[in-house]
């Protein structure tokens, strides 16, 4: 190690620096959160988007899927599924496809990746479903590139 | 060993190689569930399984950080612990809660976000332990001898509870939701318990090498400096595709980049200090695990976080089994590992022992590095053609998981090496070595 650093001034630095980078993160954090507000997340978020929110954490769902590529590499993406399920066209007929599928899991194919069975009732259904909905309008600078 | 409330420490060694083992046991389990998907009962669905996997990680690796500290504090401060009474509650209370968590992952009770699933009961339960241990640590240090390392471990010590607060700040905007969560899970691995990493390895390397401590406390500043620079706004690598603005792709792409950095110093650290210092110290293996982790987490930090971390790149590897190698080598290497040199340092001190079965310990290190390395190399094998396959040819997920199913028998393979070597290491650190072996190499240790 260099002689002419001495030890104090090594602190120094190491507090100086880290206090500094600190508050610059800070400031872009809340520069973001008033980004992530107007700008990214223009879909209101209703009590139903809220409410799926809530099932998604209840269930941990994101122990096995990803949403916008984080959680577990189990499942398939999500933040995709409702555009997937063509509710882009028809909103009614993509709801009933993605409440199906969940209600009919586990599929118990020998070989295939299981999902549990979720007690649901149809209003929890509904709101998850809007959720994931309310997930795919999100501006997510075009991530993901395909799939 | 100088002072007696050191031995509180055992009790958190002990309970972490617990921890480990349940989390090793769900690690095979879930890694099973990739190639055989029906093979358990509905009750212990993949979901389940990783939770439990990840929170005994992180709980193992969290309970080992607080013996270390209640090891090294009385001998850094060079007076007893404030309370050992408080250090012995707050182990029970944490190791319960754990417990408590784990039992409760099985009957369904979680709720939250990865790596959060806690129950709110729990959680705060968990504030209550850290509390107890940075009022306990905290008058220790106050009443002794302050040094470099103390503060520096206090100080992480301090990040790593005031950033699970926001573990209770959970927005019902999805983006906003995970732009916080990042400042418990990065600001946490990526930022203050590097703090502690660091902290730890000086002191093992005062311990082993006799370095002088001047010397090896100017190098923990500039590592620890270089972590914080770099890891601050690193986190913006986290930031790219969630919703948040594009200026996050650069900032988190060049300071991100520059995290390999502090691992890279710790290497010339541990290594300029082993050939610098004159000390022939008898336990070979917490010197083997100290370079060791040095080594590997410069690989599964630095060079796996690097790899996938600039935002051109991130936009095809993120959310593919890329991720979960470097997650697998980072944990590996600069957590477990630290731990598990502070272990097979500490305990053979706290059990009145010289160090002793200390080739099998060392057979474990081999074993374990080697098993961890080749999971990694298949998870990184089937992340890249996932990510060719998904990302850039477009095929469907489950089109595409078919194709990877050797990698994922190989991680298996590569996970029951793992196993075996866990239990050998616990073997090593808790069960007596053969006596007369033990008086042999006792009367060599000069210290």
């Known amino acids: ?147 | 060993m100088k002072y007696e409330s050191q031995n509180v420490a055992r009790l958190y060694f002990t309970g972490a190689m617990v921890l480990f083992a349940l989390q090793i046991v769900f690690g095979l389990l879930g890694a099973t569930l990739y190639v055989v998907p029906t093979a358990l009962p509905d009750f212990l669905p993949f979901s389940v399984v990783r939770m439990i996997h990840t929170n005994a990680l992180i709980i193992w690796l969290l309970m080992g950080f607080f013996g270390a500290t209640y090891y090294l504090l009385p001998e850094e401060a060079e007076t007893e612990l404030h309370s050992p009474f408080l250090a012995k509650l707050q182990f029970w209370l944490f190791f319960g809660a754990a417990v408590a968590a784990v039992v409760g992952y099985l009957f369904g009770y979680y709720d939250g976000r990865s790596y959060l699933e806690q129950p709110m009961y729990i959680k705060l339960g968990i504030v209550v332990v850290a509390l107890i241990f940075l009022y306990n640590c905290s008058m220790t240090v106050l009443k002794g001898r302050k040094t470099v390392i103390s503060n520096i471990l206090l100080l992480g010590l301090w990040g790593i509870a005031v950033f699970f607060l926001f573990a209770f700040y959970n927005p019902t905007s999805i983006v906003l939701d995970k732009m916080f969560w990042w400042w418990v899970v990065h600001l946490w691995v990526e930022g203050v318990w590097e703090l502690v990493m660091a902290a730890i390895l000086a002191f093992l390397m005062i311990k082993l090498t006799g370095v002088d401590r001047e010397v090896i406390e100017k190098w923990l500043y500039v590592i620890v400096g270089l972590a914080l620079f770099s890891g601050i706004l690193g986190t913006g690598h986290h930031y790219y595709w969630i919703g948040l603005p594009a200026y996050w792709q650069w900032i988190g792409s060049v300071f991100s980049a520059l995290e390999i950095l502090p691992f890279f110093a710790m290497v010339i650290f541990t290594f300029t200090m082993v050939y610098k210092g004159g000390r022939d110290h008898p336990n070979k293996a917490a010197l083997l695990w100290s370079l060791g982790c040095s080594v590997m987490a410069f690989f599964g930090a630095g060079v796996w976080g690097f790899m996938h971390t600039l935002a051109p790149i991130n936009e095809y590897s993120h959310g593919t089994q890329v991720t979960a190698a470097h997650a697998h080598l980072a944990f590996f290497g600069a957590y477990a590992m630290v731990n598990l040199a502070m272990i097979t340092y500490a305990m053979p001190q706290l059990l009145k022992r010289a160090p002793y079965n200390q080739i099998l310990n060392m057979w474990s290190f081999w074993l374990m590095t080697s098993g961890v390395a080749f999971m990694t190399f298949a998870l990184t094998f089937a992340g890249v053609v996932q990510t060719h396959l998904e990302r850039v040819l477009g095929m469907t997920y489950m089109e595409v998981q078919e194709q990877l199913g050797l990698f994922y028998w190989m991680r298996l393979g590569a996970g029951g090496v793992v196993a075996l070597s866990v239990l050998m290491f616990i073997a090593s650190v808790l069960l007596p070595g053969r006596e007369a072996k033990a008086r042999r190499i006792g009367l060599q240790a000069a210290e």
Request: with cysteine; proline share 5%.
């Open chain 1, 1 to 147: 190690m260099a002689e002419h650093l001495t030890k104090s001034a090594a602190r120094n630095i190491f507090y100086g620096g880290s206090l500094f980078f600190f508050v610059i993160f800070v400031g872009l954090v809340a520069q973001s959160f008033h980004y992530a507000t107007t700008v990214s997340e223009t879909d209101p978020i209703t009590p139903a988007v809220a409410h799926g929110k809530r099932i998604w954490e209840r269930h941990a769902c994101f122990d096995c899927h990803t949403l916008f590529g984080e959680g577990a590499r189990f499942a398939p993406e999500l933040g995709h599924v409702w555009q997937r399920y063509g509710g882009l066209e028809d909103p009614d007929g993509a709801r009933d496809r993605l409440k199906d599928w969940i209600k009919s899991q586990p599929t118990r194919v020998e070989g295939r990746h299981q999902m549990p069975h979720f007690d649901l009732s149809e209003t929890e259904l509904d709101d998850l479903v809007e959720f994931l909905r309310h997930a795919s309008t999100i501006n997510t600078q075009n991530w993901p590139p395909k799939g």
